[in-house]
């Protein structure tokens, strides 16, 4: 399982949902990534919410932006990571939109000029227009007059990681457009940009810090592993497992691991499931064993909506 996850790592950059997400929680990282891409200086009020769940009733169907934040006029920018074009992503866009616009007045509001400004941003890797460009801004304009907006303050922007027109834009955003595809710290350093080291400095950190914990968690599991056979768990592989996930993973994480590194893991796990994600669906985000997330979610159960990692520490290794 971990070499899966080093596997992963070794090809991992910004286009990574997970390593986005988690990147993109540090204000500076969002705030750099967005006043890049914008080529503006945006200056954040909130710190971003990452995977942000919206859904007007339970009879429909919810969305989930990758990264929400306001500004200090009140605008918001939520920016969605998009690998594969799955060919519906115009109308997507178009129904995020409707979904923040619902949440963000009272019930009892009648004054629609207090809706915030807001700033959709789409990053993909690809050409969702076939134009060539990087960027692709659309705000309401009338057909008729052209010159004519309709300044409702709603912005949707699609940017192409492998567009053409570089003339147009800075070498900043251009350098941040290989970084993106190409996180590694040799892509940083080329760049002269501050805002880029930011991110760097915060996405290969994150890296190389779920690295070292993928090979501490694999040595984990070959020690917990050899101690329950070693101990006569006589039940074989079944057996050895099970317990394993009760001798293998504790004895062998808890020797694997150092506590602040089971911490860290557990950390993890406990805000995907602040976020209302399934055991299934963090193990697939983690790329961990489905098994190892199960023993955290049973012994985290108790300390819900807030989860105490300390206390669940405790529970899964005293």
């Given at each position: ?252 994480h808890s020797e694997g691991l150092s506590e602040g590194e089971n911490l860290s893991i557990i950390k993890m796990v406990c805000k995907k499931l602040q976020k209302g994600k399934t055991p299934e669906e963090i193990s697939e985000d983690l790329e961990a064993d489905l098994n190892e997330i199960l023993r955290i979610y049973n012994a985290a159960k108790e300390y819900s909506p807030n989860y105490d990692a300390e206390k669940i520490y405790h529970k899964l290794f005293?």
């Amino acid at each position: 399982m971990a070499n899966n996850v080093v596997t992963k790592l070794e090809e991992l950059n910004l286009m990574d949902k997970f390593l986005f997400d988690e990147t993109m929680e540090d204000t500076e990282a969002y705030q750099a990534t967005v006043s890049i891409l914008l080529e503006n200086e945006i200056e954040l009020l909130d710190k971003p919410e990452t995977e942000k769940e919206l859904r007007v009733s339970p009879q429909l169907r919810q969305v989930r932006l990758d990264v929400v934040s306001m500004d200090r006029d009140g605008k918001l920018y939520y920016a969605e990571m998009q690998q594969k074009n799955t060919g519906n992503l115009r109308k997507r866009s178009r129904y995020y939109q409707a979904q923040l616009d619902v949440s963000l007045l009272e019930p009892s509001s009648t004054d629609f000029n207090l809706l915030n400004d807001s700033c959709f941003i789409l990053i993909a890797p690809f050409d969702l227009f076939g134009k060539g460009l990087y960027r692709y801004t659309f705000e309401g304009v009338c057909r008729e007059c052209p010159d004519l907006k309709l300044e409702d303050g709603a912005t949707r922007i699609f940017i192409n990681t492998k567009g053409t027109n570089r003339q147009e834009f800075s070498q900043e955003f251009l350098d941040f457009m290989e970084y993106i595809t190409s996180t590694t710290d040799a892509a940083a350093e080329e760049t002269q940009s501050g805002k880029i080291k930011i991110s760097k400095k915060m996405g290969v950190k994150f890296m190389q810090k779920w690295e070292e914990l993928a090979y501490a968690r694999d040595e984990g599991h070959a020690e917990g592993y050899a101690a329950g056979h070693s101990e006569g768990l006589s039940e074989g592989y079944s057996t050895g497992h099970s317990e394993g996930l009760s001798e293998g993973y504790s004895t062998g994480h808890s020797e694997g691991l150092s506590e602040g590194e089971n911490l860290s893991i557990i950390k993890m796990v406990c805000k995907k499931l602040q976020k209302g994600k399934t055991p299934e669906e963090i193990s697939e985000d983690l790329e961990a064993d489905l098994n190892e997330i199960l023993r955290i979610y049973n012994a985290a159960k108790e300390y819900s909506p807030n989860y105490d990692a300390e206390k669940i520490y405790h529970k899964l290794f005293e």
